[in-house]
């Protein structure tokens, strides 16, 4: 599927690839009721005096996250992510419905995210952001390597809860054999991604690619700052990175 490696994009990791999360989906897919048991969200109706009238607005109660922009000191590259998102394909296959269409193929609900991960357990933000590197990703970061970028609020409509991002920088050194791509066992698999800094913000632009707001400023904000010297010096651009010399064909660069 060389279509679905736009803008310099490279697998780091060829076993969790896009090919083989399609082959691990379907064919069914459906909606049903959430009830109040769900241990990640509950959706409420917040009331509220406003000019003197009672006001209502739905929310959802839902754990704080954390976010991670990763950069790739030998490929001169961002990491990131791609996987299945079960509210985008349930977004698509409502407008589909609506406009009386086919449904849309899953492969249209990958979406490109920073490495990620939910505040839902008794670690540090950091020592979380570094479970998730290890666990989504497959590197090995240092906590005191890990730096806090700035706070946002998610889904502030609906949501409301804090989202922090951090900064950390890889190289192979840090790669841990048989690390990386989600829990299979969740459900999960993440396909990593090495997307060339310069082509970063051709990508963040390009709209025909599904991603998060999260990464869209984390990848802008990084880039800027690279190139401005803020965040340290990039990778030399020499035949040594592969990422700048040679053809886009799919290859192992990580341990799958």
Known sequence: MPEAYPHGLKTLTPGNTIVEALQLLGPGFRLVPLGDNSPYIKPKAA???????????????SHA????????????????????????????????????????????AFTYEL???????????????????????????????IREVGVGIASAGTQGAP????????????AVDGAGGG?????????VLALPLESSQEFVLDGSLPKSPG???GLTWAYFNKLNGSLGPRAAASASNPL?????????????
């Open 183 to 191: 829990l299979l066992a969740h459900g999960e698999c993440i396909e």
């Open 215 to 217: 990464l869209m400023f």
């Open 115 to 145: 490495c990620a991960g939910l505040i839902d357990k008794s670690k540090s933000n950091v020592e979380i952001c570094q479970e998730e590197i290890l666990e989504e990703c497959g590197f090995s970061v240092p906590l005191e390597a």
């Open 244 to 256: 700048l010399t040679e053809e886009l064909v799919l290859k192992p660069v990580l341990p799958a």
């Open 65 to 108: 996250s954390v976010g991670v922009v990763l950069y790739h000191r030998e490929l001169d590259a961002f990491v990131i992510v791609r996987q299945f998102r079960p509210a985008v394909y349930a977004s698509l296959l409502r407008e589909a419905e609506v406009a009386g269409r086919s449904p849309p193929p899953f492969k249209a």
């Open 47 to 61: 009331l509220y005096d406003f000019n003197g009238k009672e006001r209502r607005w739905d929310v959802v109660e």
């Open 163 to 174: 989202h922090i991002m951090y900064y950390a920088e890889v190289d192979s050194s840090m």
